[in-house]
């Protein structure tokens, strides 16, 4: 079965850091395209971030140069590392492979 | 980059009714579309994939269609579960924007 567990959100200071993980099992992460999807508090769906099987990476204009994508084939496991956050930034964090399998989402908050 | 202009953004409608949601796309993405529904505190469930293909255990009243930039889902008879946001997302490139949804509300 197909699981994807995203972990490592919470509360955080404007200007901190945090590094989000996304567990994978059933798959291997480096087989497909993986990406970050949030969504803010009552909103809609915001792509945030992409990583290809070869390993391209892409981003929202409103996180590039702040966030990075990455993964761990040897643990199964994707990241997003998220710099200098903002209080915009507060949203539900959902990792999906492709367009099928997403995980359950991790809220981070960004606040003082 | 593809911006995805959905509409309605609001859907009143009574079980047993065919709802039909679109989806226009600013520049052709082909057929690379994807329809989800999504429901309070949980993550979407993808619906439809490349336009029309009825991903595996969604019932088969859900159906999508379109091509370009033109694109759309019906539910043929709304059911009690039906009730929930629906959101398409392009991903012929890179960044794979989403509309900015439609919820399907009890009339």
């Known amino acids: 079965e197909v699981q994807l567990v995203e972990t490592g959100g919470g509360l955080i200071q404007p200007g901190g850091s945090l590094r989000l993980s996304c567990a994978a099992s059933g798959f291997t992460v480096s087989s497909n395209y993986m990406s970050w999807v949030r969504q803010a508090p009552g909103k809609g769906l915001e792509w945030v971030s992409i990583?290809?099987?070869?390993?391209?990476?892409y981003y929202a204009d409103s996180v590039k140069g702040r966030f990075t994508i990455s993964r761990d084939n040897s643990k199964n496991t994707l990241y997003l590392q998220m710099n200098s956050l903002r209080a915009e930034d507060t949203a539900v964090y959902y990792c999906?492979?492709?367009?099928?399998?997403w995980g359950q989402g991790t809220l981070v908050t960004v606040s003082s | 980059d593809i911006q995805m202009t959905q509409s309605p953004s609001t859907l009143s409608a009574s079980v047993g009714d065919r709802v039909t949601i679109t989806c226009r796309a600013s520049h052709s993405i082909s057929s690379w579309l994807a329809w989800y529904q999504q429901k309070p505190g949980k993550a979407p469930k993808l619906l439809i994939y490349k336009a029309s293909s009825l991903e595996s255990g969604v019932p088969s009243r859900f159906s999508g269609s379109g091509s370009g930039t033109e694109f759309t889902l019906t539910i043929s008879s709304l059911q009690p579960d039906d009730f929930a946001t629906y959101y398409c997302q392009q991903y012929n490139d890179y960044s794979q924007t989403f509309g900015q949804g439609t919820k399907v509300e009890i009339k």
């Open positions: 999906a492979s492709a367009t099928t399998n």
């Open positions: 990583i290809y099987s070869g390993g391209s990476t």
